[in-house]
């Protein structure tokens, strides 16, 4: 019974492409977010939303659209793809904000290569 | 500006000995630290966390000390087991800006 899902897992697409990746969490969470591991392997934050309303932007290209459609979901979707944005895409949650001491609870990520 | 540093990529242990994973961060303003624990093709799972106004937690096999003058923290795991290899992940936050800063993790592999 995940906790936090999404997709897809692995998703191959070409420059130029829109592409989407979901998220669902079945914890009952305020917050979401979205993350974003490169090829150096440096976890970042990209979003986080609470109870819908975007909370953190962190530089990120508006490319990348996140939507929250109710507290238990938030979609990424990303315009115009390019090479640079194949990376691992971590969707998470936690009860409150990263800082309550609440834990983060991960999805399994989504490998997105563009070519 | 990496403001949370791993800078062993990889670490190998022998099964029952302990392993000692360290973490250094930059920004004094860091007030709660946890490690994550990352396993292939699977998201990085919540290990342990300790805050600034502590120097050690404790919890089974598991150790996080906090020495806040040197910037540093490590994760002590004892006695490692096989299950224990993973990627780990020193992250910190503060109150003002309410997010994770991660680390680039450490490949640990513990062997028979």
């Known amino acids: 019974d995940t906790a936090v899902s999404q997709t897809p897992k692995y998703l191959v697409t070409q420059m130029g492409n829109d592409k989407s990746i979901k998220c669902e969490q079945n914890?009952?969470?305020?917050?979401m977010y979205w993350y974003k591991q490169d090829s150096k392997k440096f976890l970042k934050i990209m979003f986080s939303y609470n109870n819908k309303e975007l909370i953190i932007n962190e530089t990120v290209p508006n490319r990348f659209s996140p939507k929250s459609p109710d507290k238990a979901h938030l979609n990424l979707h990303i315009n115009s793809l390019e090479l640079g944005d194949s990376a691992v895409y971590f969707c998470a949650s936690s009860p409150g904000g990263q800082h309550s001491g609440n834990t983060i609870y991960f999805g399994e990520g989504s490998w997105l290569t563009v070519v | 500006d990496q403001q949370v540093k791993q800078n062993s990529p990889s670490l190998s242990v022998q099964e029952g000995r302990i392993s000692i994973l360290n973490c250094d961060y930059t920004?004094?303003?860091?007030?709660?630290f946890l490690w994550y624990k990352k396993y292939p093709a699977e998201g990085p799972t919540f290990l342990i966390s300790i805050s600034s106004i502590k120097d050690k937690n404790e919890d089974g096999r598991f150790t996080v000390f906090l020495n806040k003058s040197a910037k540093h923290l490590s994760l002590h795991i004892v006695p490692s087991q096989p299950g224990d290899s993973a990627v780990y992940f020193c992250a910190a936050s503060h109150y003002n800006t309410d997010k994770l800063i991660f680390g680039t993790g450490t490949r640990l592999q513990v062997f028979p």
């Open positions: 920004n004094s303003m860091f007030d709660y």
């Open positions: 914890l009952g969470h305020d917050t």
